[in-house]
């Protein structure tokens, strides 16, 4: 506990989701105040023909 | 907001998903009273082997 | 399945829910030729202190 | 109802999910009294480079 | 991991919580081979308005 | 995008929830490069009888 899902498009590299998570569980274990052991980080990727905003789809704009 | 996910089997079209995030949107902006603008759908599809009701997957059916 | 989950912060009215509901399951059935009976909606509601754009909580903007 | 998610890192063998989804359709369906026919389990995979604890992905370790 | 998440209607009691925490844990242990140790359990209640099945929530039937 | 969930037990204070609305969107930010505007945050309470692990709640423990 705290357990963290970062939802975003595909496409970032393997550098980032690496950082992502390191960085992410320093500032949540930071703010709330829980050992970093503690901290899960799940990243969830999305297609852009599965994700959309005021009705259209990021593929099809 | 509002955040719409909606999960299903995979095999939709990707017409009918690009019908699907049109017309939800439309549902929930006119019925909550939210600009589209501000209203994000998700699409989530699952397999039929990770799918199950009554303790039975799709798959197995 | 489809499975429906509508995230919103919290202040709508019962109403507004109950309609909700039922205009997104239309939607949903029409575009992707599932029969209503298959349809589930969840209403997941938040407070203004638990969500932030930007880094900012709609509680402290 | 109730619906049941399971979020586990891939590799599990088809043999194991089924049992899963029939072994956990069974526990929910004594503990909390609920007919079999009324519960849906879903099961969710991730990666190891999706996955970290303690700030430091699977695939890292 | 694996992480389950069990999605209810309230109103279950106390014991019936701990008993449903405690068979899925050893369901999902015995099943994908997981030591019990690893296995985390999440509760989630929903109100009979905020949950519709074929358009019509159960605080309407 | 992204759009983050922190699920983690109630108790923080709204000093804890505001700090970490920030921090995490600036972790994700710079490491995924994406806009601030562009991320949300989402909290998530758990109570002690509605999460456990190796089978046991925290409110039983």
Chains 1, 2, 3, 4, 5, 6 share one sequence.
Do not use: C, W
Not at 15 to 44: D, G, H, R
Not at 50 to 61: P, T
């Amino acid at each position: 506990m705290p357990y963290v899902t970062v939802k975003m498009l595909e496409g970032r590299t393997d550098e980032q989701k690496k950082a992502l998570v390191e960085k992410v569980t320093e500032a949540v274990s930071e703010t709330v105040n829980a050992p970093k052991e503690n901290i899960t980080v799940f990243i969830e990727e999305m297609s852009k023909n599965h994700y959309g905003v005021a009705g259209v789809r990021k593929s099809d704009e």
